[in-house]
Every structure is written in structure tokens, then in C-alpha cells.
């Protein structure tokens, strides 16, 4: 079983829709918890942190359930600049590094 | 000029030659890191430094080797580089524990 297990979709929804992505992780032990984005062929950037109170950037919130071991990330009112893939991201507390998913794709279209 | 460099942004090789990916770093982390991308399995990572006197393996480090020249610098080299080293690599760089990653813009790489 891989330690962060995402869907890789893709995801294609209209401008202006909800959409939500989840993510899984299996060592209960995992201390921190990253959204990345990354655009086709471009490098990985970090969209944002994951709190256990859950936290909102905008039009992106984060949720963590540590009881499930679950990530979420939603969008409201995608834009078409939304379209990437999105990587779950867990550091392992095992050695301290970071563990990426295999990413979520979505395409937002007109 | 952007954080973390790397050269060269492309390059195609042939099986059984010796190649080295550079990465450049003007963040002044200590942490570096090398992953490869591949369609499918996400970022693996290859090998990681904490400091200049520091190198780990990482999950996928047979075939490669790296040398942290300085606090600034991190190289990766495939020494007999194989068709299945076709990837995308990144390197990154973190501050601490718990602080994201930095990513360089990638080498992509072609064994023929």
C-alpha cells in the first residue's frame, strides 16, 4: 500500500464549480500535512500548509481528519487557471522527509 | 534569478554514459533533496543532504550518487545512465523539519 494515496482523477469540472480532492495516508504517526500544485512539466510549489482546525486560503480550504487519516482540499469558483495537478504531501515521521501522492488532476474548463 | 537553479534543463544521453545533473541554491538551506518524477508513481525520492558533511539514500538510490560540494551546491550523477533513468528530476531544498520544499524547474532526462 503506498504511504499517500490519491485519486489521480482527472477531474473535469465547469468555471465557477465546487470541487473537492482527498487523500489518504497510512502511518498515523505523520506529524505535518502540505498541499502542492504543479502545472504540466513545471516543478512541484507549495499551495499550501494543512491544520488540524482546518484552514482557508481564499478560495482553497485544507481539512485534516487524523481519526481517518484523511486530507481534503476544496476549491470554489474554479477558474481555468486552476487546472493542474495537485499533490497530497505527508511528512513521514520516520525520517522527517516528505512523502508525495501521486497527484490529483483536474482541468477546469469554459 | 530563481532560488534553486538547475542545469541542465534538458538533456539526452546515450545507455552506458556518465552524466551529471547540477542544482544551485541561493536560499541558504541546508536541507537538499533529488527526486524523479515518473507518469504514474509521483516524486520518489533519490538521495538527501541535511548539511555538507551529510548524504542519505533515499528509496530509489541504486544507480545513482550525489556530492554536496558546498551548503549552496547538490549534484547528482547516474554513472552508467540506463533507458529507464528517462525521467523528470527535481531538486529541493527545505529549512527545517517542518517547512515545505523549494523545487528547481527540473532536468529532464532521456536515456536512448
Known amino acids: 500500500r503506498k504511504e499517500v494515496e490519491q485519486d489521480p482523477g482527472p477531474f473535469n469540472v465547469p468555471e465557477g464549480a465546487t470541487v473537492a480532492f482527498n487523500c489518504t495516508y497510512s502511518?498515523?504517526?505523520?506529524?505535518?500535512f502540505f498541499w502542492y500544485r504543479q502545472d504540466c512539466r513545471k516543478e512541484p510549489k507549495l499551495l499550501m500548509s494543512?491544520?488540524?482546525s482546518g484552514n482557508e486560503d481564499g478560495r482553497f480550504t485544507a481539512q485534516l481528519n487524523r481519526a481517518s487519516q484523511y486530507i481534503s482540499l476544496l476549491i470554489r469558483d474554479s477558474k481555468l487557471s486552476d487546472s493542474a495537478t495537485y499533490l497530497c504531501?505527508?511528512?513521514?515521521?520516520?525520517?522527517?522527509?516528505?512523502?508525495f501522492g501521486q497527484g490529483t488532476t483536474l482541468q477546469v474548463k469554459p | 534569478d530563481a532560488d534553486v537553479t538547475q542545469t541542465p534543463r534538458n538533456r539526452i544521453t546515450k545507455t552506458g554514459k556518465r552524466i551529471m545533473l547540477e542544482c544551485s541554491q541561493t536560499?541558504?538551506?541546508?536541507?537538499m533533496y533529488w527526486y524523479r518524477q515518473d507518469p504514474g508513481l509521483g516524486l520518489r525520492l533519490i538521495y538527501y543532504?541535511?548539511?555538507?558533511?551529510?548524504?542519505n539514500k533515499g528509496e530509489i538510490s541504486d544507480g545513482y550518487s550525489v556530492s554536496r560540494q558546498a551548503q549552496a551546491k547538490f549534484s547528482l550523477s547516474l554513472e552508467s545512465a540506463i533507458p529507464n533513468q528517462t525521467a523528470l528530476y527535481f531538486c529541493?531544498?527545505?529549512?527545517?523539519?517542518?517547512?515545505?520544499?523549494?523545487f528547481g524547474s527540473g532536468t529532464r532526462l532521456t536515456v536512448v
Open positions: 502511518n498515523s504517526a505523520s506529524q505535518s
Open positions: 536560499k541558504g538551506h541546508d536541507r
Open positions: 543532504s541535511f548539511d555538507v558533511k551529510d548524504i
Open positions: 494543512v491544520y488540524s
Open positions: 504531501v505527508v511528512r513521514s515521521s520516520n525520517t522527517g522527509k516528505l512523502i
Open positions: 529541493a531544498t527545505s529549512a527545517r523539519e517542518n517547512y515545505g520544499y523549494t
